[in-house]
């Protein structure tokens, strides 16, 4: 395994309830309860249920109405990345092992990158073509299949079109599917939403490649820190099962 990012300071606490889509009551080991920011919008249901183990971490600023952001779950034996706004900061630490990348000789990569209606994630320039690049993170796993997404996503659907009409104008696009949960298999989640899946196949029919890398998550006691490592590859399917 590859360590890729490091999260240090953290606590834990224990699920109490989900007052809205972006704040979660916990209560820590010191059994105070505080609310904490949950910056994530998914369902999250297999992951947040009372009294299950979180990661947490105190942050300090006079404009926020919560003192802690949610780090990951913890699901049976492991934890999982549940914070969406780390998504850019793991990529650009992982995107520093070039041999673990799909593109050869790459000399830039460009965040944020304007296209069409949208801002897709990145753009790298290699010696001889310019790859246009949307990262998803998967945090759900279904009798050892990793399923994305856990709730409906306009946005997503919106960066595939995206992706779909750079390939047709000539360009080369991909999906990095981060997955933060053991998992043998990658499978879009038809079930929860059939229009991203929809766009996701459309996508890899035209031309738009899938890339799906897998992390684990481990968190160390005697120093309050986690270490995400990438552990390698998955295949993908898209047969859709239940």
Same mark, same amino acid.
């Not at 890339?211 to 998955?234: C, G, M, P, R, S």
């Given at each position: 395994?590859?360590?890729? *990012?490091? !999260? $240090?300071? =953290? #606590?834990?606490?224990?699920? +109490? ?5 972006? @704040? ?70 992982? *995107?520093? !092992? $070039?041999? =673990? #990348?799909?593109?050869?000789? +790459? ?5 944020? @990158? ?129």
């Amino acid at each position: 395994m590859i360590p890729v *990012f490091q !999260f $240090d300071n =953290l #606590l834990k606490g224990y699920f +109490i309830s989900r007052v809205n889509r972006y @704040v979660v009551e916990l209560k820590l080991e010191c059994r105070t309860v505080v609310m904490a920011h949950l910056h994530d919008p998914g369902r999250l249901k297999e992951l947040l249920y009372s009294d299950n183990l979180l990661l947490i971490l105190p942050v300090e600023s006079d404009t926020r109405k919560t003192k802690f952001d949610i780090i990951a779950a913890k699901k049976e034996a492991v934890w999982v990345l549940i914070h969406s706004g780390y998504h850019r900061k793991i990529a650009e630490s992982f *995107f520093k !092992f $070039d041999e =673990l #990348l799909p593109f050869s000789y +790459i000399k830039s990569i460009r965040p944020e @990158v304007k296209v069409g209606q949208s801002r897709l994630d990145f753009q790298f320039s290699t010696l001889e073509r310019d790859i246009f690049v949307e990262q998803k993170g998967c945090s759900l796993e279904i009798n050892g299949i990793a399923k994305f997404p856990d709730a409906p996503t306009i946005r997503g659907t919106k960066h595939l079109r995206e992706l779909i009409s750079l390939v047709r104008q000539g360009y080369d696009s991909a999906i990095f599917m981060f997955v933060y949960l053991p998992a043998k298999l990658f499978e879009p989640n038809m079930n929860t939403d059939p229009k991203f899946c929809t766009a996701l196949t459309e996508a890899l029919e035209v031309g738009v490649k899938l890339h799906v890398f897998q992390f684990i998550l481990i968190y160390y006691e005697n120093t309050a820190n986690a270490i995400l490592y990438f552990q390698n590859k998955l295949p993908y399917s898209l047969n859709f099962s239940s």
